[in-house]
């Protein structure tokens, strides 16, 4: 399929400001999950079943996305799903009693996951009409959609107070969606797929598509690892303050959103196989590092290390998931989101309660062995089509010179 550029470029710039929009809304949410434990006279534990409700939401609406997706298409959950997330963070802010906030936040929990779910479709679908990778740079942006949706949440409720902070995130974010409405690229719905029957469900998509799903589990618990345990391991096994504590995942974010901008271009130029390949091995040594250092310096390298080897682990096998989807690849989508997405639900939980047994750095010892195998199993993933594009064969794929500039962004 031969994309006019001026429309692929502009699909790319709006699909790549919905996966913002995406991780601002998350990032603008974390600093009001606290203040509802004043508002609603809650305890942390009934904050914490409010949490697992919205986990739930999310992992219900993975469930349902890949169906519509084949029935309407990306382009139109993508947006629909953008429009029921600025509605759900105000919705969470002004509810007026714990019922109506259970439901909320199972509510923002379905439509981001939906949205998410629907991004990644689209720019897969993106990635087969231009033949280019662009899914690692469109997660960088996500990961910098969080980071501002978080840094400027807290100066934003002082300012706006939580009301006038979550109306303000609404507002913006719908005035993106609007920006982005005519601009977003979407492939045309299959008329056999939306035939009656004929949409394949989330968990008939074949084989590959649970190894997959296992490849991304074994890439989010390390992830969801760094994230909730990281600062403690840093301060009871290392004796690190809190200034420092709190430096491991910053710089573990900072990385993987770096990497993610760089990954495109190394993905089109050397293909997805290595680059998977020499994705998990780096977060391996960085886990492993983490794991044996004897100074919070290296500890802190190790984990800089882990999220450079991390960060694009995930664009691809997202990618990979839409190429073995057939006619349905965001259900493809879906099925994997819904397995790697359901890993980070329960890991935290589980290294807590393994930590408590054989310590932090036995934990992490095992997480590289996690990341080791997505490299082993890296050549399985694209054994079959490996003549479609998205950078698997990129000197046989490769677009004309035109194309290549267009994209080089």
Request: glycine letters at 12%.
């Amino acid at each position: 399929m031969t994309l006019d550029l001026v429309i692929a470029r502009q699909g790319r710039i709006a699909i790549s400001a919905l996966f913002l929009l995406n991780g601002a809304i998350l990032g603008s949410w974390a600093p009001q999950i606290p203040l509802l434990l004043s508002r609603h006279g809650i305890t942390e534990s009934v904050l914490g079943l409010l949490i697992l409700g919205m986990g739930i939401g999310a992992m219900v609406a993975m469930c349902l996305s890949g169906r519509l997706m084949a029935r309407h298409g990306s382009r139109a959950m993508v947006l629909g799903t953008a429009v029921c997330c600025t509605l759900a963070l105000p919705a969470a802010v002004l509810a007026p009693d714990l019922a109506s906030l259970a439901v909320a936040m199972a509510a923002m929990g379905a439509s981001v996951a939906m949205m998410d779910v629907a991004t990644n479709a689209n720019a897969y679908e993106l990635e087969q009409a231009t033949g280019r990778a662009i899914l690692s740079s469109t997660h960088g942006f996500w990961s910098v959609g969080g980071f501002l949706g978080g840094a400027l949440g807290g100066p934003g409720i002082a300012a706006l107070g939580t009301v006038g902070h979550a109306l303000a995130v609404s507002a913006i974010s719908l005035v993106v969606v609007a920006l982005t409405w005519s601009r977003l690229f979407g492939a045309p719905v299959s008329a056999e797929v939306t035939a009656a029957g004929a949409v394949p469900g989330l968990w008939r998509q074949g084989w590959t598509i649970y190894l997959i799903g296992l490849m991304a589990l074994f890439s989010f618990v390390p992830e969801s690892a760094v994230l909730d345990w990281s600062a403690l391991y840093l301060s009871s096994d290392h004796g690190a303050g809190v200034s420092v504590s709190g430096l491991a995942f910053a710089l573990f974010s900072a990385c993987m959103a770096a990497m993610r901008f760089c990954g495109d271009a190394v993905r089109n130029r050397v293909g997805a196989v290595p680059l998977l390949r020499a994705s998990g091995g780096i977060a391996a040594v960085g886990m492993t590092l983490a794991a044996l250092a004897p100074s919070t310096t290296l500890v802190l390298a190790g984990f800089a290390l882990s999220g450079i080897g991390l960060a694009n682990i995930v664009p691809i096998l997202f990618s990979a998931a839409g190429r073995h989807g057939g006619a349905n690849p965001g259900g493809a989508i879906a099925a994997v989101s819904f397995i790697g997405y359901g890993g980070m639900l329960v890991a935290p939980s589980m290294i807590g309660l393994m930590a408590e047994h054989v310590g932090f750095p036995a934990i992490f010892i095992a997480l590289s062995g996690l990341l080791l195998s997505v490299a082993v199993l890296a050549p399985a993933v694209w054994r079959q089509r490996r003549t479609t594009p998205s950078g698997l064969c990129p000197k046989r794929d490769r677009p004309d010179r035109q194309a290549r500039i267009a994209y080089r962004a």
